[in-house]
């Protein structure tokens, strides 16, 4: 399938944008690493890629998955241990079933998926992947699940009630990351100019003034929200992103993260950042590599 060359140069325009975004983020001042609660994590466990563009955690099995430029890899033990074909997937993101994942990016070596993946589907783990919709059209560098559907950026925010059938949302923000979970449709969409907020599964927004410039949000439950900034300092948010308490920060430059209820009402928190894997258990407060006793 060959794109219509006004949609690809649309598409490359707006997803360099994407790029400068990440960019720009990373690059803002950073803040003090003082502040409620903080304390800055230690040495963590080396990672399978240096590019991690997605992290989930299975509430009920403990296991870590890690999607990156070289594909899907199994972190819950050291090494990492490979899942599936060898794909790029630049946007990962959890349904409600533990084991059903979404994905999108390009094929790696090897794979005879098309470039780009468009949004492809795994109901076994990630060990195999079919093809949704958009197959050498989209390559989506963020998705998110909600309750009805999913939410995906190639250029155009897009809403899908199927992953086959698509909508684009009138929106004129980029996202660097989008934040949503299954149990609701409240979907959080991080960019430069502040936090985006939808709670209709992403068809309109409202920008969150009063919310810290975060640029990596990850829903821990239907309301719970964890949320950190350019200069890794952690927030939480108790009512699905409206407003948020600083907590604690991250050490290190922070590539993605993933958040599950705890069972003392202070969410876990995993992120992987160029050092490695580590994880709060006290709601961002502190952080420790992941797999420290």
């Not at 790029?19 to 502040?35: E, H, K, N, V």
């Not at 949004?119 to 076994?124: A, E, G, N, T, V």
């Not at 309109?204 to 919310?211: C, D, K, V």
């Not at 950190?228 to 939480?236: A, F, K």
Request: hydrophobic share 40%; net charge negative; proline share 6%.
């Amino acid at each position: 399938m060959h794109l219509n060359p006004a949609t690809h140069r649309r598409s490359v325009a707006a997803l360099a944008a994407a790029a400068s975004l990440l960019l720009t983020l990373s690059a803002c001042s950073p803040g003090t690493a003082g502040g409620p609660g903080a304390a800055p994590s230690k040495a963590a466990t080396a990672l399978p890629s240096s590019h991690i563009h997605g992290l989930s955690v299975n509430r009920e099995t403990d296991q870590i998955l890690l999607a990156t430029h070289e594909g899907l890899f199994d972190a819950t033990t050291s090494p990492a241990t490979k899942i599936g074909a060898t794909n790029d997937l630049m946007g990962f993101t959890a349904a409600a079933d533990q084991d059903v994942f979404y994905a999108s990016g390009h094929p790696g070596p090897g794979s005879h998926l098309p470039n780009p993946l468009g949004l492809i589907r795994s109901m076994d783990g990630g060990k195999t992947w079919e093809q949704l919709s958009r197959q050498g059209e989209s390559d989506f560098h963020a998705l998110a699940a909600t309750k009805s559907g999913i939410v995906a950026f190639d250029g155009t925010v897009r809403t899908s009630p199927d992953g086959k059938t698509w909508f684009e949302s009138p929106v004129a923000f980029v996202p660097a990351v989008l934040a949503g979970t299954p149990e609701s449709d409240t979907v959080l969409a991080t960019t430069r100019d502040g936090l985006q907020r939808s709670t209709d599964g992403g068809k309109t927004w409202t920008r969150n003034t009063a919310a810290p410039v975060i640029q990596f949000a990850a829903f821990a439950g239907g309301t719970e929200v964890a949320g950190v900034e350019p200069d890794g300092s952690v927030h939480y948010s108790a009512d699905a992103g409206s407003t948020w308490t600083r907590t604690g920060r991250i050490d290190g430059q922070v590539q993605a993260i993933t958040a599950v209820a705890g069972a003392d009402g202070k969410p876990w928190i995993w992120a992987a950042t160029t050092a490695g894997l580590v994880v709060s258990t006290d709601g961002g407060a502190t952080f420790r590599p992941a797999d420290a006793a």
